[in-house]
């Protein structure tokens, strides 16, 4: 069963940075794209950054030149640099693989202040 295993989050002050990390289990790391989402209370899931196999990233609109996803297949892991932080990225952050059925993981929180 892979796991996936979120880090990095925490309190920050708005206009500030945090880089989250993202640490898989198991083989299939390498060969799968991945993707960091968000969640805000009381609202959907929402896809904000995500990467190929190959390194090729696409993000949201309200990220696009503040956040940076990156990975690192000797180490399983997938990052997410989050720079000029607003408080509306306030949220639980959680990787995933894209077209891949694993379970989500327990997310880390971010909370930026204004």
């Known amino acids: 069963q892979v796991q996936l295993v979120e880090s990095g989050g925490g309190l920050v002050q708005a206009g500030g940075s945090l880089r989250l990390s993202c640490v898989a289990s198991?083989?299939?790391?390498?060969?799968?794209?991945m993707g960091w989402y968000r969640q805000i209370p009381g609202k959907q899931r929402e896809l904000v950054a995500s990467?190929?196999?190959?390194?090729?990233?696409a993000y949201e609109d309200s990220v696009k030149g503040r956040f940076t996803i990156s990975r690192d297949n000797a180490k399983n892991t997938v990052y997410l640099q989050m720079n000029s932080l607003k408080p509306e990225d306030t949220a639980v952050y959680y990787c995933?693989?894209?077209?891949?059925?694993?379970?989500w993981g327990q997310g880390t929180q971010v909370t930026v202040s204004s």
């Open positions: 995933l693989f894209i077209g891949v059925g694993v379970p």
């Open positions: 198991g083989s299939i790391f390498s060969r799968n794209a």
């Open positions: 990467i190929t196999s190959g390194g090729s990233t």
